[in-house]
């Protein structure tokens, strides 16, 4: 009777259902957590951060329905009602939106303080013979010290003064190409790489061989010779030579941008009335700040730049201001935490830095499967800065609500767009309608 009754008490299979309970009841708490963070829309677009191909259904659930846009700032149209009716005061307006992104989103960008120069530390044929190719160290001092950053530049070698494209890399400038000459940067971490393998492996991203075959120069400096991306470590260079407590990761970036253009612009190998800009991801983010702010750059690329880049804050799709700073504190001014899940009361959105641009160009690009960069709010972030550049008297896109279709860009004098079928990256296919459009419209 005894053992028949400790017999009922225990059941082998109780463990297997009391794990699977467990196990509901922890997936069910970080559901919970991850809702609290974010609106399901935005968690669902998050799984393209995983490459998890949605259905059409679940795409039109992330991408569709109404956005608010009640409060969205325009270019043109002050606070207090004033419109803004020629470029003499579009460039006042410029500088107040320049200085509302600092206080707001960016931090401070130092504008003196510092030098910077430059020493060629290596140069030599490459590509069989097809272009040039540079290393310079460009090294920024205070009176709290120096820092550095090694540049890749290959130039065609064609004895004539070229356009040039610059963007920073988060691989090492040996994996913009495969070429055993280039040297690695400064602050990139060889502990465990294996440079050997790494080299060549971003080639694709940079599209040298092709560049320089169409005639134009690429630059590239990686990031982290300015700011390691990560936690504290964001200040272990460049902006460990100035005080300001808010000078912080995408700033550091965009500054350093600036230091590769007052490089460029100083060879007498390049054209520096046209010098565009690039910048993917977060490196967007920076490339347009970097374009926004210097007007020596002729072209800012927005490549997949998303929340913070060239997407709209408002209208709460895809990572939004609650998500990133959350997620990355060191690359924005601490105030801009201020504006997580109340983005209405952002005294700025993404089209006012992209208005920032005009008259200079300014092309978008998107990846159709992106969703936590939010496609459609780049194309709407482009389509509420337009404005700024028909002030200049220039062509602009036409209104839709609607981006284009997938691998079908739209351009005209002084913008370009195109969403890209595929993923958060910047490949061939972006390249291609890159050089194309300055092709027809930069040069
Ligand atoms: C993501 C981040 C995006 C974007 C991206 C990237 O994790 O949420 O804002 O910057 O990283 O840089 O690839």
Redesign the pocket.
Known sequence: MKEMKAKRRFRWYWIPLGLIGLILILIGGLLAFLRSMLPWQNLLAATS?MKIQLSDGQREYVTGGKRDYSTLPSPLTLEDGTVIADTKQFEARREQILELFEENVYGPLPKSGFETSFEVLEEGEALDGAAIRRQIRIAVSTEKGTSDALMLLYLPNNGVPSPVILGLN?SGNHAALDDENIMVPYSYDTDGADIQKERGSKAYRWNIRDSIARGYAVATIYSGDFAPDSGDAYRTRVVSLFDEEEFKAVGAWAFGLMRGVDYLAADAGIDAAHIAVVG??????AAVWAGANDTRIGMVISN??????ASLSRGNRG?TVY??NK??PHWFCSKYADYGKNENELPVDQNLLLAAIAPRLLYVASARDDL??DPQGAWNGLMAAKEAFALYGLPVLPDSEEQPPADTPLWCESMGYHVRSGW?DMEAADWEFYLSYMDRYFL
Do not use: P, T, V
């Open positions: 951060n988060s993917h991801s977060r490196l967007g983010k997949d730049s998303g929340n913070s880049g990572e998500s990133i997620a990355f936590w960069a958060h």
